[in-house]
Structure formats: C-alpha cells, structure tokens
C-alpha cells in the first residue's frame, strides 16, 4: 500500500486509502496498522480513510466490530480526518451510522447504488 501515497506525494495528488478487513482477524490487525502508518506518513496525501465498508455488505463482521477498527484508526491518526460510509450502508446497517464521527457521502452513496 506504501507505494501508491508516495507516488502520489511526488505528483501532487490526493488519494482515499483503505483497510480491506474481514474475518480473518490477524490480517485485519496488519491492514488497520498500516493503513495508521501510512496516514500518518503521507498525511498531506491520504484525504480520507475507508474502512469495512465491504465487511459491512458481506456480513463478515459484526456491526460492533467495524466500528472498533474505525475507532483505532481515528485515534492512530495525527490530525483530523472524517469516516466516511455511504448511504447504501447507512440504510442497510443503520446502527454504523450512529458511531461516533460517520458522515455520509453522497456521490459515493450514489456509486454504491449503482446510479452513477
């Protein structure tokens, strides 16, 4: 994942980075602990942070599990930085939107719809 901030970094760019985690509980603690490495390393680069929002669709984890990595993740980071879910996850999991700091995204929740 490294390689994408820091070319990104020298071209000037903004990118979303992500923790792709399911039940597999090991490889979740190496993404969600790289993902905070990385934030914090290229934190001029990485904009937003994604986190379950396919464990959420694939019921891989529980909704109270999702948001304890979305809570590590907020509290690894150095400065701020919003959750992002979309709309499609509010609606199917409706108790993920009331943790702490979620905000939906619109475009995203469109994509996730299949509208745009």
């Not at 903004?14 to 090991?26: F, K, L, M, N, S």
């Not at 150095?78 to 959750?83: I, L, P, V």
């Not at 943790?99 to 996730?112: D, Q």
């Amino acid at each position: 994942m490294e390689a994408i901030p820091g070319m990104a970094t020298r071209l000037g760019l903004e990118v979303t980075a992500g923790a792709w985690i399911d039940g597999r509980y090991e490889r979740n603690e190496d993404e969600i602990y790289n993902l905070i490495q990385n934030v914090n390393r290229y934190p001029a680069t990485i904009k937003r942070v994604i986190v379950g929002n396919e464990a959420l669709y694939r019921t891989d984890l529980s909704v109270e599990e999702i948001i304890s990595y979305l809570d590590r993740v907020a509290r690894g980071r150095e400065g701020a930085r919003r959750h992002g879910r979309t709309l499609a996850c509010f609606h199917q999991k409706p108790r993920a939107g009331r943790s702490r700091g979620l905000h939906r995204h619109p475009r995203s929740a469109l994509l996730g719809a299949g509208l745009l």
